[in-house]
């Protein structure tokens, strides 16, 4: 099975641009921001746009279903109610719409912050956000629905939602799996104290994705390095194989059997060490 790998690409003049942007380095698999992320307004994509994405998808060697929209940085799904709530809210509804309409089948959100006030309130918060932006979206009475939210393990940063697998259990329990699936970022879990430094650890790690949520709803790999240490809940992603997980960890997760299909995305730094070329060629030559 060809690896279906690749990295976050920039949507700078239209967002269109980020196929060929994917495909002059060699992804076969990309994530975009579907807008600015650091950028409460967004424009509206407009049709030329979304049909020149489309068009070009197609002509590109790229599966559709290897393609990945990230929400903005800023929205809190899991924030108590107020206008953050809100906005947050209806930024999902609207990038639900933005997905459904460039024909990408995941989105891939953060799952927040309960900012003090508790874990349960926060999954409260975060399941409810989910289920009226799915809400909303349907009242449009555009086409249907064919967008996953993929949820976003943490690396357990004070007062995060979702970074340990059982959490994430949890909710996608509470949110049923039609609409939904999990991403999950493996500098992440290693920040949150999950050690996947080598094949022992990965083996544990799917076991516990297998026996909690099934990896038939893990649909995508954020492959990052950490440059923070085991369990440090420090959010600094890292080149393949240079971080604290380092070259063994990758290697046994990228070859196992499991994961014969899935895509993996890096979100890897842009540095004089390495750029994303060198990022994806590193983690080929660990593919057996
Ligand atoms: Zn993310
Ligand atoms: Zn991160």
Known sequence: MALKLGVHVSIAGGISNSVSNATSIGCTAFQIFSRNPRQWKAKVLGDDEVQRFKEDLRQSSI??????????????????????????VTTLTDEITRCNS??????????????????????????????????????KGLSKNSVKLLLENSAGQKNSIGSKIEEIQLILELLGTSEYGICLDTCHLFAAGYDLSDDEGINKMLDLVEKCVGIQHLKLIHLNDSKGELGSNL????????????????????????LENMPFIMETPIDSIRGDKENLGHVKQLRN
């Open 63 to 88: 599966n559709p279903d290897s393609t990945i929209v990230h929400m903005p940085y800023l929205p809190n799904l899991s924030a108590p109610h107020s206008e953050m709530y809100e906005k947050s």
């Open 235 to 258: 959010d600094r992603h890292y080149h393949i194989g240079m971080g604290k997980i380092g070259e063994n960890g990758f290697k046994a997760l990228i070859n196992d059997k499991r």
């Open 102 to 139: 460039l024909g990408i089948p995941y989105l891939v959100i953060h799952l927040g912050s309960h900012l003090g006030k508790g874990e349960k309130n926060g999954i409260s918060q975060l399941v409810n956000a989910c289920q009226s932006a799915f809400q909303v979206y349907k009242d």
